[in-house]
């Protein structure tokens, strides 16, 4: 598309501003309830209502999914085929270890920004607004690789889609004056300017108070890069008149209660007042030839209200106004509605402290998975879609980069990444689980179980792969799988052997060291092991550079090739 001025661009976005100002009030109302903007009554035109009640239920529940979402469990995966070979899954090995690392690069460039990491952006956004954006961009500065990945605020995020992705898409932001400088030299004599940052399937151009401070140019990615989705499953429709429900699409957190605060606060507030009034306690004051004196509201502060009436003199509690019966059902009803439409108290906030089994746990799972599922799965398609966009751009516009971080075991990580060693065909599979209350002891009975032979000719009802990933709920089977068959290699004979020998001589006593190794002689021991278990664990232990030589060690001890007695390891 050609755009021969900034009022093309502008006009462009404006049109579909205007498609968004109904939820742009709803995200304002929404923003009232996460800050708790006091409560106000609407009908305190006489002064008459004193207590104003604001509930801190918005916050605290928008906090406790905040919590969940933060800490859920990232699984970042690239799949292949069954029968891939060795080598293509080394290489998907390595690029899963360059999308850890990448996300650490991004998550350490927003801190130097003074933003917090990515998932907490899009997780609060998906929170507040019900809708998530985000632009990512990967080009090499100087000889670096910079991943450069924002969450933009759907408030100020315009676009169109196609059949095939977005159109264009553009967002506004404030921008100071030092900040225009820093990132496009350009001056103003204000303090800030309104910056448009534009993008279709061809070019990119900034527009500053109007003005391009950057012309429409190239970018050659090939398409918009910037995802834009709402949180719920429900697709674009139209009414009978075919106008947009884009108003209804994007559930924030308070999207089934965010009508029931101001009934609840009204509820609680005159409900205090009624206590408020009791507690002054004016009286009367009955007496032949006194003054009838009522002055302002008795019910505020005390006061002596005299009365002239033509009997003995008495004195009486002024009369309080009692809560109506209905008080109580009227809580109860906006409570309940309140309780399912967010997270059910005390159980969610953990107010229980009876011993729950494995079924109690599931059915506190499922009670929560309602409000949790829809942000997860909104999470898992925004990732699924930057990993992919991370290594098509990495692919074409990268340069050799040193990656570090922390893989789906939480293991620090250093690698050395080649935009020829990416694959942007990739099946890139992203799952995102809070951490939901768990019995893992029946998790890992039941595991055992399916696994297990019932005879000698029996085979187990499921794979030991498939009890990690269904049952054990293991984010990284095949990674647990190599970690189990290393801890195997560590335990046959010639390689603890070998280690002892070496705890040994470090502790100065080579001749036992000697002792040790002397046993390994095939004369004297040479235990059976099944040659599958061997080479898995051989395999598992070449992968790691640490484990490497004894993964040499244990191919040569237990090969019919060595006949000598192995040599003392040397120390180091």
Known sequence: MNYENEGAILDLIKAKEDDLNDLRQQWEDDFKLYTLEEYVPDDDSDNKIYEKYTSSQPRNFFDKVMDALTSA?????????????????????????YLFGALAAIDRRLRNMG????????????????????????????????????AWDIMHTTWEAGSNGLLWAANKRKITKAQLYSEYGEEISSSEATLVDFWDEEI????????????????????????????????????????????????????????????????????????ERAVVGSILHYSKGGDKKIVGDPYKTFQEINLDINKEEDIKAFPVNQAPAETAVLHSIVNTDIQTSTLPYPLAYGGTKQAMSG?????????????????????????????????????????????????????????????????????????????MPRDRESEVMMALSATAKRAADDIPLVSKRTAREDIMKIRDPDAEERRVLEEMGMGLPPIMATNIAKALKDAGRPEMAQDVMALMNPNIMRPYIPPEVLAAATEALGRNPETQPLAQLLSQAMSGGQQGTPQTPQGG
């Open 73 to 97: 469990e990232i699984s970042i995966q690239i799949k292949l085929a069954d029968d891939a070979k060795q080598k293509d899954r080394d290489a998907a090995s390595l690029g899963e270890l």
């Open 359 to 435: 079924a109690a746990l599931g059915v506190l799972a499922d009670a929560t998975r309602s409000v949790y599922s829809p942000r997860t799965q909104v999470l898992s398609q925004a990732y699924t879609w930057l990993c992919e966009e991370l290594l098509s751009q990495f692919k074409n516009n990268g340069a050799k980069s040193k990656l570090e971080g922390y893989d789906s075991k939480e293991h620090f990580f250093s690698v050395n990444v080649k935009p020829n060693n990416i694959d942007p065909s990739w099946f890139v599979n992203v799952e995102v689980r809070p951490k």
């Open 115 to 150: 933003e917090p990491p990515l998932r907490n952006s899009m997780s609060f956004l998906a929170s507040l607004r019900g809708w998530i954006a985000q632009r990512a961009l990967v080009y090499v500065e100087g000889k670096q690789t910079v991943f450069d990945v924002s």
């Open 204 to 275: 990119n151009a900034i527009i500053v108070n109007d003005k391009f401070v950057k012309e429409p140019e190239a970018h050659e990615i090939g398409h918009v890069p910037v995802y834009v989705a709402s949180v719920g499953s429900m697709p674009s429709l139209q009414d009978k008149n075919f106008k947009s429900t884009l108003p209804y699409r994007g559930d924030s957190v308070w999207s089934s209660s965010r009508k029931l605060y101001k009934p609840f606060n009204k509820l609680v507030s005159r409900t205090m007042d009624i206590y």
